[in-house]
Each structure stands twice: as structure tokens, then as C-alpha cells.
């Protein structure tokens, strides 16, 4: 399994969202690397846990200054990340019935992944252009 890595393509020019998505980069690799070693059902259920945790806070966070800053994508971003919180809680669903098969580890190597890039590369970015155009900097 090839792990993600941050480079400076996928900088939406937001510190804090950049902090947020190497930090979520690092929990979709310790989630990944479980299942794909098959380590003890506990570990995998702890990283598959964080994971989500991190993807709600995350989530939270953009939506938060989304909605703060009169963001016009708001709608648009929040019904995206409602569909992955779906998804999310459907791969858990999946591991807490079936435990780990083909078909889960293919959605977290295979979705998962070219949804978080995708995410970053066109929506995020909207969000950090429209900051940088109306001179708005986060702080947390
Ligand atoms: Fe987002």
C-alpha cells in the first residue's frame, strides 16, 4: 500500500485547513496500514475510529468559517461532506459486520483517497480562494 503524502500542490493556502489535512493524511495512513497488515481487530477498530473522529472535527472546522464568513460555496461544500460522512459510516458499518474483506480495503485505499485529494484540490481550494480574495485569515 502506497501512503499518502502531503506536498505543496494540495495547499489551499489556509494554514489551518493545510494543518487540519496533513493531520488527516496521517490518520488515513495509520487506518490504512492496520487493515492492510491485518492487525488486531482492536487497533484497526481504533484507527478507523480516529479517522472519522478527525474527519468530523475537521468538517466542523471548515463548515464553522464557512458559515462565519458568509462563505456563497456553504451549501454546496456542507452537502460534500455530508456524503463522505456517510461513507465513513458505512465502511464502519461494513468492518463492524464483516470484519476486514477485500471490498473495505479497496474502498479506504481506492475512495477514500482520491476523495480526500479530490476534495482538497477542488473544493477546498474555492474555500481558501474566496478567503485570500476577501483578505479573511483563520485562527482556529
Ligand atoms: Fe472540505
Do not use: C
Request: charged share 25%.
Amino acid at each position: 500500500m502506497e501512503k499518502l503524502q502531503w506536498n505543496d500542490n494540495l495547499s489551499v493556502g489556509v494554514e489551518l485547513i493545510d494543518s487540519q489535512h496533513k493531520k488527516w493524511i496521517e490518520y488515513y495512513n495509520s487506518a490504512a496500514g492496520a487493515l492492510h497488515s491485518m492487525q488486531g481487530s482492536a487497533r484497526i477498530a481504533s484507527t478507523l475510529g480516529f479517522l472519522i473522529d478527525y474527519t468530523e472535527e475537521h468538517f466542523a472546522t471548515e463548515e464553522k468559517h464557512m458559515q462565519e464568513h458568509a462563505y456563497p460555496g456553504y451549501e454546496d461544500h456542507r452537502a460534500i461532506h455530508q456524503e463522505l460522512r456517510r461513507t465513513l459510516s458505512g465502511l464502519v458499518e461494513d468492518y463492524e459486520e464483516d470484519g476486514v474483506t477485500n471490498p473495505l480495503v479497496d474502498s479506504i485505499d481506492t475512495f477514500l483517497r482520491n476523495w480526500l485529494i479530490n476534495h482538497i484540490i477542488e473544493i477546498d481550494m474555492k474555500f481558501g480562494a474566496y478567503l485570500e480574495e476577501e483578505g479573511i485569515s483563520l485562527s482556529e
